[in-house]
C-alpha cells in the first residue's frame, strides 16, 4: 500500500486530488468508466416480477432515448409459456420512473408477441415496437405496435392505435411465416424493417420493408414498400437457400445495410456465409458493393469445419467502412461450438486489408458465444463490440458478457479504454445485447441477467461516461465539486 504525507498548511487542491488519487485508486486510469451518478454504480436495473425468463442466448433487449431524457427499454422474455415484449423506463439518471396506477404513464407492460425486433422513437415521438405476430398458425407476419412514448394508450396520429401489419406470403398456403429480425428508423424518420420469409421447400429469403413516417408503406422502395433479397453467389447450378435478416442499419445517404447468414443447403450439416447486404435507397442490390449488393463472409481459416454464420452487430464509420460483428457455428469430429468474428468491409464490400486481426473468440468444443452490439467513437479511434458466452464445465455452465474496445486503425485490442475486467452484474448469469452512443463523452449497454442462465428477467442499462467529465471531490469548494 502506498501512502502520501503533506503538510495541511502548504498542501494544495492539486494535491488533494492526489491524495484521493493514491488511496482510493485512480478512476483516470481509464478513457471510460461506468458513470458514477446514473443508476447504482453506472447501472440502471428493473426486474421484471415473473415466473421464467429466457436463456442466455435467446433473451434480447433495445433502448431509446425520449425527448425528456428519460429511456425507454424493450426486452424480448418468455413470461411462462409466452414469449412477450416488455417495456419499461429510466429517469434520465438510470433510476426507475415512477409507474402512474393500473395502465398509466410508464406502467411497465408486457405485450404478447411471436418475436421482438427492436424499438425506436418515430418522428412524432411515439415508440414504435418491431415484433413479429402469429396471425394464424400457419402465419406469421412483421407488425409495428405504436403507443405514446409514455406506454399510455391515446395514439391517433394514423387514424387511431397504430398498428401496421406487413406480409410478403412467398407460397402460400404453407409459405406464409414472415419473421421480423430486425427494425431501424433512417434520417428521413423511415421505418426500416427486415426479417425471414419463409418459401416452399423450406428455403428462406431475405424481406425488407420500409414505412413513411406518417404511415403506411413507402412506396420509393421497389415501387410497393416490399423487397425480397436472394442472397446467391452461384451462377449456374445453385443449391437450395436459407437466408437470415438479424441487424439492420443505414447511412447518410439512404442506403440500408442488412446483416445475416445465408446457408447453402437444407440440412444442419450444410456450410454457408455471414453476409452484409446493402440496398440503394430505392431498395434495389447496391452493384458498387460486395458481389451485386452482397458481401460474404466465409474466411475461417483458423477453424476448418461445418459453418453456419450470423451477423448480429453492424457499424458503419464516416469513411464508409463497416465494422461487422458475427458469430458462427463450428461443427469438427471434437463437436459443436459457436465462436465470434470481427471483420472489417470496405465501402465497396472487400475485406479490409488493414484490419489485421480479425479472430476476437476462439474457444474450444464447450465454449458457445453468441455476438452482440457494435458501435463506433470516431473521434477517439475506437469500434466498441459486445459478446455474451458460455464456458460448459463439468456440472457447472457459466455464462458471462464482455465489451471490448479495438483501435480503428488496424483492429486491435485499445488498452487501457475501458476496464474490461470489471464485472458491473456481477456473478450472475449476463447477457450484452447493444451499444447506445449518447453523446461523444456518453455510451450505454443495453443488457439481461438472471440469477441462473435459463432464467433471464433483469433489464439494465449499463452507462458509460469520459472520466475527464467526471466532477472531482473537493473540499475546498463549498459545493464539494469542482467541474
Known amino acids: 500500500m502506498s501512502y502520501l504525507f503533506a503538510s495541511p498548511r502548504t498542501v494544495g487542491r492539486g494535491a488533494i486530488f492526489a491524495l484521493a488519487l493514491v488511496l482510493c485508486g485512480n478512476p483516470l486510469a481509464q478513457t471510460f468508466v461506468l458513470d458514477p451518478g446514473f443508476g447504482s454504480n453506472?447501472?440502471?436495473?428493473?426486474?421484471?416480477?415473473?415466473?421464467?425468463?429466457?436463456?442466455?442466448?435467446?433473451?434480447?433487449?433495445?433502448?431509446?432515448?425520449?425527448?425528456?431524457?428519460?429511456?425507454?427499454?424493450?426486452?424480448?422474455?418468455?413470461?411462462?409459456?409466452?414469449?412477450?415484449?416488455?417495456?419499461?423506463?429510466?429517469?434520465?439518471?438510470?433510476?426507475?420512473?415512477?409507474?402512474?396506477?393500473?395502465?398509466?404513464?410508464?406502467?411497465?407492460?408486457?405485450?404478447?408477441?411471436?418475436s421482438l425486433a427492436g424499438l425506436v422513437l418515430s418522428t412524432d415521438n411515439a415508440l414504435s415496437l418491431g415484433t413479429s405476430y402469429s396471425v394464424s398458425s400457419s402465419d406469421i407476419d412483421f407488425m409495428i405496435r405504436r403507443s405514446l412514448s409514455d406506454g399510455s394508450a391515446g395514439y391517433n396520429a394514423c387514424n387511431g392505435t397504430f398498428v401496421q401489419q406487413v406480409f410478403f406470403d412467398l407460397a402460400p398456403p404453407s409459405?406464409?411465416?414472415?419473421?421480423?429480425?430486425?427494425?431501424?428508423?433512417?434520417?428521413?424518420?423511415?421505418?426500416?424493417?427486415?426479417?425471414?420469409?419463409?418459401?416452399?421447400?423450406?428455403?428462406?429469403?431475405?424481406?425488407?420493408?420500409?414505412?413513411?413516417?406518417?404511415?403506411?408503406?413507402?412506396?420509393?422502395?421497389?415501387?410497393?414498400?416490399?423487397?425480397?433479397?436472394?442472397?446467391?453467389?452461384?451462377?449456374?447450378?445453385?443449391?437450395?437457400?436459407?437466408?437470415?435478416?438479424?441487424?439492420?442499419?443505414h447511412d447518410p445517404f439512404g442506403r440500408i445495410l442488412i446483416g445475416g447468414g445465408v446457408t447453402f443447403g437444407l440440412n444442419n450439416t450444410d456450410d454457408g456465409a455471414c453476409i452484409v447486404v446493402r440496398l440503394l435507397g430505392d431498395g434495389q442490390r447496391d452493384p458498387s458493393f460486395g458481389n451485386n449488393g452482397v458481401a460474404y463472409i466465409n474466411s475461417f481459416t483458423d477453424t476448418p469445419g461445418n459453418i453456419r454464420c450470423d451477423?448480429?452487430?453492424?457499424?458503419?464509420?464516416?469513411?464508409?467502412?463497416?465494422?461487422?460483428?458475427?458469430?458462427?457455428?463450428?461443427?469438427?469430429?471434437?463437436?459443436?461450438?459457436?465462436?465470434?468474428?470481427?471483420?472489417?468491409?470496405?465501402?465497396?464490400?472487400?475485406?479490409?486489408?488493414?484490419?489485421?486481426?480479425?479472430?476476437?473468440?476462439?474457444?474450444?468444443?464447450?465454449?458457445e458465444v453468441r455476438a452482440g452490439g457494435t458501435a463506433v467513437l470516431e473521434g477517439d479511434g475506437v469500434a466498441l463490440i459486445t459478446h455474451s458466452s458460455l464456458t460448459i464445465q463439468a456440472g457447472v455452465d457459466d455464462a458471462h458478457a464482455s465489451l471490448f474496445p479495438l483501435?480503428?486503425?488496424?483492429?486491435?485490442?485499445?488498452?487501457?479504454?475501458i476496464n474490461t475486467g470489471q464485472l458491473p452484474l456481477g456473478q450472475d448469469s449476463v447477457s450484452y445485447h447493444r451499444i447506445v452512443i449518447e453523446s461523444p463523452d456518453l455510451f450505454l449497454v443495453v443488457a439481461t441477467s438472471g440469477p441462473d442462465l435459463l432464467n433471464h428477467r433483469r433489464a439494465h442499462l449499463l452507462r458509460y461516461r469520459r472520466a475527464s467529465t467526471i466532477p472531482v471531490a473537493d473540499p475546498i469548494f463549498k459545493s464539494g465539486f469542482e467541474p
Open 42 to 114: 453506472g447501472v440502471a436495473t428493473y426486474e421484471w416480477p415473473i415466473s421464467n425468463g429466457y436463456q442466455w442466448d435467446a433473451v434480447d433487449a433495445w433502448a431509446t432515448q425520449l425527448p425528456d431524457g428519460k429511456w425507454a427499454v424493450a426486452t424480448q422474455l418468455r413470461a411462462g409459456s409466452d414469449q412477450v415484449a416488455a417495456v419499461n423506463w429510466f429517469e434520465a439518471n438510470g433510476q426507475i420512473t415512477p409507474a402512474s396506477p393500473g395502465a398509466g404513464p410508464y406502467t411497465p407492460f408486457t405485450r404478447s408477441v411471436w
Open 311 to 367: 451477423v448480429r452487430g453492424l457499424a458503419r464509420q464516416n469513411d464508409g467502412r463497416i465494422i461487422v460483428n458475427m458469430d458462427w457455428t463450428l461443427t469438427t469430429p471434437q463437436g459443436t461450438s459457436r465462436r465470434e468474428y470481427v471483420q472489417r468491409l470496405t465501402d465497396q464490400g472487400t475485406y479490409d486489408p488493414n484490419w489485421l486481426n480479425p479472430c476476437c473468440t476462439v474457444g474450444f468444443s464447450n465454449v
Open 175 to 249: 409459405a406464409m411465416n414472415d419473421v421480423m429480425g430486425a427494425l431501424t428508423q433512417d434520417s428521413f424518420g423511415r421505418q426500416v424493417m427486415v426479417g425471414t420469409l419463409s418459401t416452399a421447400g423450406g428455403e428462406t429469403r431475405i424481406g425488407v420493408a420500409r414505412i413513411q413516417p406518417q404511415c403506411g408503406l413507402d412506396s420509393s422502395l421497389n415501387g410497393n414498400g416490399k423487397q425480397v433479397i436472394d442472397p446467391n453467389p452461384y451462377t449456374i447450378f445453385p443449391p437450395a437457400r436459407r437466408a437470415r435478416a438479424n441487424v439492420v442499419t
Open 407 to 417: 483501435r480503428l486503425s488496424d483492429g486491435a485490442f485499445a488498452s487501457g479504454f
